[in-house]
């Protein structure tokens, strides 16, 4: 099966700075979107940044300027820096990835997600 697995995060103080990466492995034929979702306590996921195999990107509106998406399509990787962060940034984070498997199904895959804490 496929699998995603993230890395990353932790605590950070306001105004600091994370990478956060997530790895695909399994038997992949083609990725397709690489995107990172967050859940804050209380609220519900939403999306933070998006990418296709093509390169384009997407971003929310309170992510923008302030994150980047960048995908390692060797390496099956996507990375989310963030920079600037805020309290309100802190949340759950999700890799979501839709892949196309080497027996040709097509599979929408979340990670277990990383937590990112900012205190101020």
């Known amino acids: 099966q496929v699998q995603l697995v993230e890395s990353g995060g932790g605590l950070v103080q306001a105004g600091g700075s994370l990478r956060l990466s997530c790895a695909a492995s399994?038997?992949?034929?083609?990725?397709?979107?690489m995107d990172w979702y967050r859940q804050a306590p209380g609220k519900q996921r939403e999306l933070v940044a998006a990418?296709?195999?093509?390169?384009?990107?997407n971003y929310a509106d309170s992510a923008k300027g302030r994150f980047t998406i960048s995908r390692h399509n060797a390496k099956n990787t996507v990375y989310l820096q963030m920079i600037s962060l805020k309290p309100e940034d802190t949340a759950v984070y999700y890799c979501?990835?839709?892949?196309?498997?080497?027996?040709?199904?097509?599979?929408?895959?979340w990670g277990q997600g990383t937590l990112v804490t900012v205190s101020s």
């Open positions: 990418s296709t195999s093509a390169g384009s990107t």
């Open positions: 979501r990835s839709t892949v196309t498997t080497t027996n040709y199904k097509f599979l929408e895959v």
């Open positions: 399994g038997s992949i034929l083609n990725i397709n979107a």
